[in-house]
């Protein structure tokens, strides 16, 4: 479980203050609840980010635990540093607006013929309630050829998950290389 630290001032000093200290800016936000302004140890905070298991993970702070999503995060435009991460909590047995990541299983026809990959969407909008959320959508590209390409209608539908995408969008295809 990643620990974070209450944020008494959310001035701009403090913010530079804990950001010189190593620390990762962030807010905790969720429909019913009051917002928490904190703060997490960077390095940690991005250990545990790559390695967790599932899109949700629990937080503790100021000696409360809450169970989020990462809803949003700014980077520093010139050395791409993370600066702030939005944290949403998660409230089992309403429908929400997820995002969730595209995996690709298999490999492609088409890369024999001298065709590309082309991720299109690399996270699909859907709406579930927190209990169905997917860690991912899964597709198998294994039969495109050169010109071929995953449509969102043609995407397996999931239990309890409606992907918010018109079904003529293009998730995944392959194209030819110049």
């Known amino acids: 479980m990643l ?6 001032s959310i001035d701009k000093q403090t913010t530079k203050s804990l950001r010189r200290d190593g620390y990762l800016i962030a807010n905790i936000y969720g429909k019913g609840a009051e917002n928490i302004h904190c703060a997490f140890k960077k390095n940690e905070f991005m250990k545990f980010v790559k390695n967790k298991p599932s899109l949700k993970f629990k937080v503790k702070v ?20 993370l600066l702030h991460v939005d944290l ?10 997820f995002l969730v990541p595209v ?3 298999g490999t492609p026809i088409g890369l024999k013929n001298k065709g590309v990959l082309i991720m299109s969407k690399r996270r699909l909008k859907v709406k579930c309630k927190p209990e169905n959320l997917p860690d991912a959508i899964t597709i198998d590209v294994s ?8 449509l969102v209608r043609e995407v397996e539908p999931l239990e309890g998950v409606t992907i918010r995408h018109p079904g003529s969008d293009a998730v995944v295809g392959v194209i030819k290389a110049k």
């Open 88 to 97: 949403r909590i998660l409230n089992y047995g309403e429908a929400s607006i």
């Open 3 to 8: 620990e974070g630290i209450l944020r008494e």
């Open 62 to 81: 100021g000696g409360k635990e809450h169970e989020v999503i990462i809803q949003d995060y700014q980077k520093d435009p010139v050395t791409n540093d």
């Open 143 to 150: 039969g495109l050829d050169v010109g071929d390409t995953v």
């Open 103 to 105: 995996k690709t299983v």
